[in-house]
T-cell receptor, first 111, second 117 residues
Framework: GESVGLHLPTLSVQEGDNSIINCAYSNSASDYFIWYKQESGKGPQFIIDIRSNMDKRQGQRVTVLLNKTVKHLSLQIAATQPGDSAVYFCAEGGGGNKLTFGTGTQLKVEL | GAGVSQTPSNKVTEKGKYVELRCDPISGHTALYWYRQSLGQGPEFLIYFQGTGAADDSGLPNDRFFAVRPEGSVSTLKIQRTERGDSAVYLC???????????????FGPGTRLTVL
């Protein structure tokens, strides 16, 4: 996958607004997709996942959309809160159990 | 319940030394994974265990890296003759496992930050 080194893409949103984080995946054979949230100094935390037989899945304040035609995944966070500030990673799995992670996006929530 | 735990949280070593990193998975999870995360990047797969056996070790960078899981629970990642380029956060994850060909949700530990001087 691509590497952006120390300069992660950054999304800045106002508290209370909705956030949309996008991800392009590479493997057409991937059948499982997952979003993780990672705070500084911590391990990735599971947010939501989706399998390739679905195009939308909703959780608490989060929605994942999958567009297999263009190999695109997005995470929508409703009513973004300061505690949502973190780096968000998408990952894809192809049935072999290992996950391939995309480039992270830094979400900054401004008060 | 307890999540995935990893020890130590930080490890500083000198170039050429041997290190061991430990992972305790979630109780009942048969699948265990090791990933490595460099600064500013996403985790990169190293190795996957189903039970006691390494089902996929294609991500291990070279033969200085080795991992074991002798009783199907705790795993140890071993790095011989450490190099400065090995400095990274080593993450462990576990999942329920047991479904061939199906990827299931992986839950990560806090990681071990390895620094090779």
């Amino acid at each position: 996958g691509e590497s952006v080194g120390l300069h992660l893409p950054t999304l800045s949103v106002q508290e209370g607004d909705n956030s949309i984080i996008n991800c392009a995946y590479s493997n057409s054979a991937s059948d499982y997709f997952i979003w993780y949230k990672q705070e500084s100094g911590k391990g990735p935390q599971f947010i939501i996942d989706i399998r390739s037989n679905m195009d939308k899945r909703q959780g608490q304040r989060v929605t994942v959309l999958l567009n297999k035609t263009v190999k695109h995944l997005s995470l929508q966070i409703a009513a973004t809160q300061p505690g949502d500030s973190a780096v968000y990673f998408c990952a894809e799995g192809g049935g072999g159990n290992k996950l391939t992670f995309g480039t992270g996006t830094q979400l900054k929530v401004e008060l | 319940g307890a999540g995935v735990s990893q020890t130590p949280s930080n490890k500083v070593t000198e170039k050429g030394k041997y290190v061991e990193l430990r992972c305790d998975p979630i109780s009942g999870h048969t699948a265990l994974y090791w990933y490595r995360q460099s600064l500013g990047q996403g985790p990169e797969f190293l190795i996957y265990f189903q039970g006691t056996g390494a089902a996929d070790d294609s991500g291990l960078p070279n033969d200085r890296f080795f991992a074991v899981r002798p009783e199907g629970s705790v795993s140890t990642l071993k790095i011989q003759r450490t190099e400065r380029g090995d400095s990274a956060v080593y993450l462990c994850a576990s999942s329920l496992g047991g479904t061939p060909g199906s990827t299931d949700t992986q839950y990560f530990g806090p990681g071990t930050r390895l620094t090779v001087l």
